[in-house]
C-alpha cells in the first residue's frame, strides 16, 4: 500500500541530499541531513500509529460484536461480520490455530485518506496462532496466506496493516498475530465467506513435512 510509496519518497528525499553539486556549505548539508532524519523519524511514526490504530479493538468483549463501531484517530471501524474459534488445522508438526475472521467496514478521517488510499476501506481480519509440536527447525509462512472472498476477490495479507509472523520455528516455539486482507472491488458486509491458502511446513533441508492447508470460513453476520 501508500507505506512503500512514502519509503520510496523518503528514500528518493535522502538519496537528493546525499548528493548535492559540492557547492554548498557542510552545515547545508549537514542541515539538509537533520531536516530528512526528523521527515524519516516523523514518518515511520505516523505510519506506526496509524496501524495501532487501524488493528485496535479494545476489550474483546466489549467492541468487537457485529454491528458495533469502534472510533479512533483514524476513523470509524463497524463490525459487520465475525467468526470465533475457526479451528486448529495441521501441518506436520505446524498447529495453525485460528481464533477468529471479521470482516470490518472503516470510515477514514480526512487526515489519512492520501495514507490509506481512499476514504472508505474494507477489510477482512484474520486472528492466528503458530505452534511447532517437534523440536525441529520448520518453515512455515503463516502470513503470507492467499485469501479467496465469495465475492470472487484473490488477495494477499496487507503486508502494511499486518502482523509479520516470522516464518522460521526454531524447535518447539508459539506465534500469534493478525493478517489483514484489504478488498478491492467488495464490501465487508457483502462477503460470505472466504478461503485462507497456507503452504505446506518445510524442515531446515527446504523438504516438505506437512500438507498444504486449506480453510472455508463462512462469515457470520
Known sequence: MNKYLLSFSLGAVLF?????????????????DSNASEQASEEVETEENIEEEVTEEGDDSEVTQVGETITNEVG????????????????GPIKLTIEKANGNSMIVNSNYVDMLGGEELE????????????EDHITFFASQATMTTSTGEQIEPDMFLSDHIDAEFLGAITKSGTSFYILENSKAEDVESIKLFYDEAIDENWENVGEKIEVEIPLNK
Do not use: W
Not at 470509524?76 to 501441518?91: M, P
Not at 477489510?123 to 517437534?134: A, F, L, P, R
Open 16 to 32: 537528493l541530499s546525499a548528493c548535492g553539486d559540492g557547492t554548498s556549505e557542510e552545515s547545508d548539508v549537514t542541515s539538509e
Open 76 to 91: 470509524e471501524i463497524t463490525v459487520v461480520s465475525r467468526t470465533d474459534d475457526v479451528g486448529i488445522f495441521e501441518s
Open 123 to 134: 477489510y477482512i481480519q484474520v486472528d492466528m496462532t503458530v505452534e511447532n509440536t517437534s
